[in-house]
């Protein structure tokens, strides 16, 4: 009997849907809107929907299924807690509901996470036990496999590395605070810093002239030889380094993953990135962490695909 | 048959030999030099005929011994990496040696992971899987108990909170780094802030006219009301703080628990530190995690005794 694994990502406008094979072969793809202003109980019966004609053209069911969001996900109870970006779902029993339309066990997890199982369950191949995989998006998100399991903490919020705390009392964040990785990491953050070095800098660069300054702008600019966009990625560099350093020191992980849309800036950022880890002391750590660029895409789907085939629910 | 837990907890100075029942009940104590200058071969020696006099007092024997040391242990090796205190014993197989000498398995731990240990089956009673603890003294070290176990990570260097960045590019670290917890919570930091206060503040405090300004010092003039002593520990308080928004984010724990000399000082510091857990966004967390200090003394060598009963070797 062959299995299918099946994981649903939600973003805050589309949800993906893959089934894949054990070894995390795409067996089938959908793509529905979220539409969170039609409510969660709309959206439980589209996605259902789409699964049960997704399995009828398979011809074959997977046994269970994990749904990946965005946010703080209570886990035992399958609701998000808080997620920014579908707050129309908060409290609501996803979990429960999605189980009950599919007829099967189906697990809630964080994203982050997810794109931590499937760097460390298919892009690593199972190798290497730790691994922490940090997602570079507007947020930056965290998932944590330890001695080769998902670790999830004591509410299910362990490995929130984008509010860790690098620069306290410096950049305000969008969660309130000041100082936060995501505050100087994240895409608004990436924006932000260009607007300041092209304040400080006047005159020096092209990007000065244009009105959007998306990380986009800036990556084409930086790899154009733009002196301010370059040096706005190696400031990316040295802060990502400094988060770095700290889940090293915390984690002491084999390999970390850097995934999300920004991660595919990594050509421009990876040397300060890595001058930054060079400088540490503690030589037995830092010597072993590997520093790699998801090469997947999807990796939520794709992890939650592979996650959802992991335990007996 | 009653089994017996043997720790012995390695200091620069002095090492403490514990023998405990499986409750954690001390049944024998003892201590000796630890003269690094003697060399590690002499160390074996004395410890190992310390311990068979004590086992012969006790008329029984355990199984198996733990070590505690303190340093960058190579857990699975039996080897100190990097010890500052006992740097003589740096790259020489105590474990192997010890165990040789006992006629039994000997694990090497760092002495900060025993505390942790200590803290998760003893003072906390295994009732939290989740605890780190924080040993504060001249350096500021960690141990991880995650899903009930002891966590190493990779290289068995997971936990060093002591050299997060907290202030990126603040106060110089021992470590040769810049804003690490240590260089704000540790020790030589609490002296330092003072230093600097007193010079800012001239003729506010009687703690000016006093040439020794260890934090034992400025605990009792903060006691005492002195203004400027108090306004040490507060900033303490706040610096330990924001190393726990850190340690929360990553690991997401049920307990944290403040060990080691300076922790005495907690009625000082405690309130500035909640202040800072108080103002986080993410409520999950922060609202499960409780902060505690611990009450055991010895925590490394009860906790090296506890673990020396947990594995088969």
Same mark, same amino acid.
């Given at each position: 009997?062959?299995?299918?694994?099946?994981?649903?990502?939600?973003?805050?406008?589309?949800?993906?849907?893959?089934?894949?094979?054990?070894?995390?072969?795409?067996?089938?793809?959908?793509?529905?809107?979220?539409?969170?202003?039609?409510?969660?109980?709309?959206?439980?019966?589209?996605?259902?929907?789409?699964?049960?004609?997704?399995?009828?053209?398979?011809?074959?069911?997977?046994?269970?299924?994990?749904?990946?969001?965005?946010?703080?996900?209570?886990?035992?109870?399958?609701? !998000?807690?808080?997620? +920014?970006? $579908? #707050? %129309?779902?908060? @409290?609501?029993?996803?979990?429960?509901?999605?189980?009950? /339309?599919?007829?099967?066990?189906?697990?809630?997890?964080?994203?982050?996470?997810?794109?931590?199982?499937?760097?460390?369950?298919?892009?690593?191949?199972?190798?290497?036990?730790?691994?922490?995989?940090?997602?570079?998006?507007?947020?930056?998100?965290?998932?944590?496999?330890?001695?080769?399991?998902?670790?999830?903490?004591?509410?299910?919020?362990?490995?929130?590395?984008?509010?860790?705390?690098?620069?306290?009392?410096?950049?305000?964040?969008?969660?309130?605070?000041?100082?936060?990785?995501?505050?100087?990491?994240?895409?608004?953050?990436?924006?932000?810093?260009?607007?300041?070095? !092209?304040?400080?800098? +006047?005159? $020096? #660069? %092209?990007?000065? @002239?244009?009105?959007?300054?998306?990380?986009?702008?800036? /990556?084409?600019?930086?790899?154009?030889?733009?002196?301010?966009?370059?040096?706005?990625?190696?400031?990316?560099?040295?802060?990502?380094?400094?988060?770095?350093?700290?889940?090293?020191?915390l984690f002491n992980p084999?390999?970390?993953?850097?995934?999300?849309?920004?991660?595919?800036?990594?050509?421009?950022?990876?040397?300060?990135?890595?001058?930054?880890?060079?400088?540490?002391?503690?030589?037995?750590?830092?010597?072993?962490?590997?520093?790699?660029?998801?090469?997947?895409?999807?990796?939520g789907a794709l992890g939650?695909?592979?996650?959802?085939?992991?335990?007996?629910?």
């Amino acid at each position: 009997m062959i299995r299918v694994g099946l994981g649903i990502d939600m973003g805050g406008t589309q949800t993906k849907i893959l089934a894949v094979s054990e070894s995390g072969r795409t067996l089938r793809r959908e793509v529905v809107s979220t539409s969170p202003r039609k409510g969660p109980a709309s959206f439980i019966r589209r996605v259902a929907a789409v699964i049960r004609r997704l399995e009828r053209g398979l011809g074959r069911t997977a046994e269970s299924a994990t749904l990946a969001v965005a946010g703080d996900v209570d886990v035992s109870g399958g609701i !998000l807690r808080r997620a +920014p970006n $579908v #707050s %129309a779902f908060e @409290r609501y029993p996803l979990g429960d509901a999605l189980s009950r /339309a599919l007829k099967r066990p189906v697990t809630v997890q964080n994203d982050a996470n997810m794109a931590a199982w499937c760097a460390y369950a298919r892009e690593l191949g199972r190798r290497f036990p730790n691994v922490v995989a940090l997602t570079m998006g507007t947020g930056i998100g965290g998932g944590v496999i330890l001695d080769g399991k998902l670790f999830t903490g004591a509410t299910g919020s362990a490995g929130e590395v984008g509010h860790m705390r690098i620069y306290s009392g410096g950049a305000l964040c969008g969660c309130g605070a000041r100082g936060c990785l995501e505050a100087y990491a994240g895409k608004g953050a990436v924006t932000r810093q260009a607007r300041e070095l !092209l304040e400080a800098r +006047p005159g $020096v #660069s %092209a990007l000065s @002239r244009r009105k959007s300054l998306e990380p986009d702008d800036i /990556a084409r600019a930086a790899l154009a030889g733009d002196p301010v966009a370059r040096e706005v990625w190696r400031k990316v560099g040295e802060s990502l380094g400094l988060g770095i350093v700290n889940i090293v020191y915390l984690f002491n992980p084999d390999v970390i993953v850097l995934a999300g849309g920004l991660s595919q800036a990594a050509p421009l950022f990876l040397k300060s990135l890595r001058r930054i880890l060079r400088c540490e002391s503690f030589r037995a750590p830092f010597g072993r962490v590997k520093i790699r660029v998801a090469q997947q895409t999807e990796q939520g789907a794709l992890g939650a695909a592979l996650y959802s085939l992991e335990s007996p629910h």
